[in-house]
């Protein structure tokens, strides 16, 4: 589904993606873990289009994104939607909530404003908020509920890829546990795929089905989350799997 060839990313004179190749087969949870700078971040947004490579290619379903004129470019745009790491600055906090997943709908579809609204409360529901929300502003609600507001957001497009970009990181653990299990109900429902960045090697092993180990804008491992965790290579790796304790958040399987 998603394919990254030898993309090269600097800013100034560091590079902060130096030759990286992936493949993300549809269906996958590919995470990419390593620690702050590692390039994760900058490989995250530049799968979306949301900065553009020095050098490299991004295939999408066989496509190279760089060849994308407009239409196709709106197409991918909705095929693929990025769920931010600080759900609060995600949204805007001058409009409630039923406005901004409202919006998202007015610039990808001709939905009638009966129709935008019926699609914003499905959303809502399907995540998990009542109606309630549909008049409330991002700071009259929780971390995790903004988080879901987020995810609904993306949803109501019909994307097929989801990337994640430390969604959970900035919430509480029981929190992150909720919305892990919301992302994985998601994903059997809707039949996602989902490219997962984190820096917790610990939540990695649980949610996703093979893991890329990043460091200092390389990929230097990729396996099953099971080789990753059961028999890492590289003395990064094993510094990263020493570091984890492997004890499953709440609720999560």
Do not use: W
């Not at 805007?92 to 009638?112: C, F, V």
């Not at 009259?140 to 989801?162: D, K, T």
């Not at 893991?211 to 396996?223: L, R, S, T």
């Amino acid at each position: 589904m998603l394919e990254l060839i030898n993309v090269r990313k600097s800013f100034g004179e560091r590079a902060a993606l130096d030759g990286v190749s992936l493949s993300l087969k549809q269906g996958q949870i590919l995470g990419i873990v390593g620690e702050s700078g590692s390039g994760k971040t900058t490989l995250a947004r530049i799968a979306c289009r949301l900065i553009i490579s020095d050098r490299g290619k991004i295939l999408f379903e066989g496509k190279d994104t760089a060849g994308l004129n407009k239409d196709g470019i709106k197409d991918f745009r909705k095929a693929v939607q990025i769920i931010f790491q600080e759900p609060l600055s995600s949204l805007d906090p001058r409009i409630k909530i039923g406005q901004a997943l409202s919006e998202a709908l007015e610039i990808h579809t001709k939905y009638s404003e009966d129709r935008i609204e019926r699609e914003v409360r499905k959303a809502l529901a399907d995540i998990g908020l009542d109606q309630s929300f549909v008049n409330r502003y991002p700071h009259e609600i929780s971390g995790g509920q903004c988080q879901r507001a987020c995810i609904a957001r993306a949803l109501l497009v019909n994307p097929r890829l989801l990337v994640l970009d430390e969604p959970v990181s900035s919430l509480d653990q029981e929190v992150q546990a909720t919305i892990i299990e919301l992302l994985l109900k998601l994903k059997k429902e809707k039949a996602l795929t989902y490219l997962f960045i984190t820096h917790d090697l610990d939540l990695a092993k649980n949610f996703c089905g093979r893991i890329a180990v990043m460091k200092d804008g390389k990929i230097i491992e990729e396996g099953s989350a099971k080789e990753i965790i059961e028999n890492p290579k590289e003395d990064y790796t094993k510094q990263l799997v020493k570091n984890c304790l492997f004890e499953p958040p709440p609720n999560v399987r």
